[in-house]
């Protein structure tokens, strides 16, 4: 994919990206729009209990938006780590306490 040049313009077109970027042809992206990954103004998200999209108490789902990873992800870790031994439902209900219910 190269880049083209705009009809008549002189403007240099670039490739786009998956998230929406620009792709001006030497490997440069526009990084303002790249994907947030859970940061928000150069800080992480918070860690808030969604009221969407939560399957139990929403503790997976805030750990993924804040670490801005799948919250399938998340959970399929969380399910695997239960066949080690350790403290996984307690630190699971611990985080349910301490986690706010996003407003």
């Not at 399938?72 to 986690?99: M, T």
């Amino acid at each position: 994919m190269s880049p083209e040049v705009g009809a008549g313009s002189g403007v240099l077109l670039g490739t786009a990206t998956p998230w929406g970027g620009t792709s001006h042809g030497r490997g440069v992206v526009d990084a303002r729009a790249r994907p947030s990954l859970g940061w928000h103004a150069g800080r992480m998200a918070t860690l808030t209990r969604p009221r969407r999209g939560k399957m139990i108490a929403g503790v997976c789902a805030a750990l993924a938006n804040r670490f801005g990873l799948s919250p399938f992800l998340v959970r399929v870790i969380f399910v695997a780590s239960l066949l080690l031994p350790g403290p996984q439902v307690l630190l699971y209900v611990v985080l349910w306490v301490l986690f706010p219910k996003e407003s």
